[in-house]
């Protein structure tokens, strides 16, 4: 599997002096399988420079094929979909896997998305690609080759975001973009009894895998209890209890400038080094391509 980061910020995208080296487009990440298969990770705002780069290739043609998984519907998330070019060109077919209670729900939310309110397309018909909706199943699953399993992650009170966990010829990537373990703070959680709720539970969904791509939204001072996302330290933490050989860390805060990530992971990489820890960390940029 070939990994390329389109878009690594949460929240909000964030262009700008301060995020120029990391980029401040919101979740999106491609990976082409051996197969030559193409697999997309959420449609932030990267999704609209992916979508500018595929149409130089099939999906310029109206002959593109793509599996999107979907890990929440929050905007930064979902609101590169409707702006990027592949979308409107008839031919090209989007598998689109999301969380739902039905197919329907999560084509209903798209309609919602290009509602005239908010967007020029005023509605999913006048797309010209076709759309398939699917929501995201309980059990494994197999798109373009590649072994897809999800697992719901806390993302804040009563609301959870699906992690995956791409499995082709042996390797394997981990996705978990936005998590918040164990909050409880005496609010009763509704998340659903299937979700994972604490690193502990997570260390099983992500062991022995080649990449961990996570959440790394705070830091240990500006950690804000309720707003879904962990501490960095979380996602080494559990990176090294899963025995993960390379740890990416994902979805910066909007406001995280170049050089504080900078700070942050070369605070990280002291703290490993110390410790003798084999683990190997780096930062989400736009552009960064990993070969598994
Ligand atoms: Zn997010």
Redesign the pocket.
Known sequence: MRVRFWGVR??IASPGPKTLRYGGNT?CVAVESDAGDLIVLDAGSGFCPLGDALMKGSFGKGQGNMTLLLSHT?L??IIGFPFAPPVHIRGNHFTIYGPAASREGLEELHEGLVAPAYSPVYTLDNIGSTLDFRRIPDEPFVAGGVQITAQRFPHGVGVFSWGFKLTERGRSLIYV??VEYQYRHGVVSNEPTESIHSLDEAVAFVRDADLLIHDAYFTLHDYVPGWGHCRTQHAVTLAEAGNIKHLILF?HAPDRSDEEIDALIADHRDDLYHRGAPLRLDAAYEGMTIQL
């Open positions: 949460g929240s979740s929050h930064d998330h973009p936005d979805h």
